[in-house]
Nanobody, 123 residues
């Protein structure tokens, strides 16, 4: 069992930056690939980024590539999402998730989810 708690969301102006954190409970954090998804009002949950167990491999959605960076610190049981050059269309609830699958981009590949943190980007 893995419990995930996101933090770091908030209100930021377009062009600004935020760093999201996701703290995981449990001693098996390093055996899970981790991902970030987001869901805007009235839209489906969509993949943003994922990182492998060791942090050596990452995959990004085209909409965030070059602006967002996913990283993890297995000693702290934490995964991060650094978001730069934010746009109003990045406004969404952001969720972190844990997966036994490697670098999955589908929500169905993830076994555990956090409650989400709101990110609002004003124009």
């Amino acid at each position: 069992q893995v419990q995930l708690v996101e933090s770091g969301g908030g209100l930021v102006q377009a062009g600004g930056s935020l760093r999201l954190s996701c703290a995981a409970s449990g001693r098996t954090f390093s055996s899970y690939a981790m991902g970030w998804f987001r869901q805007a009002p009235g839209k489906e949950r969509e993949f943003a980024a994922t990182i492998s167990w060791t942090g050596g491999s990452t995959v990004y959605a085209g909409s965030v590539k070059g602006r967002f960076t996913i990283s993890r610190d297995n000693a702290k049981n934490t995964v991060y999402l650094q978001m730069n050059s934010l746009k109003p269309e990045d406004t969404a609830v952001y969720y972190c998730a844990a997966s036994r699958a490697l670098l999955g981009t589908m929500a169905s590949a993830y076994d555990y989810w956090g409650q989400g943190t709101q990110v609002t980007v004003s124009s």
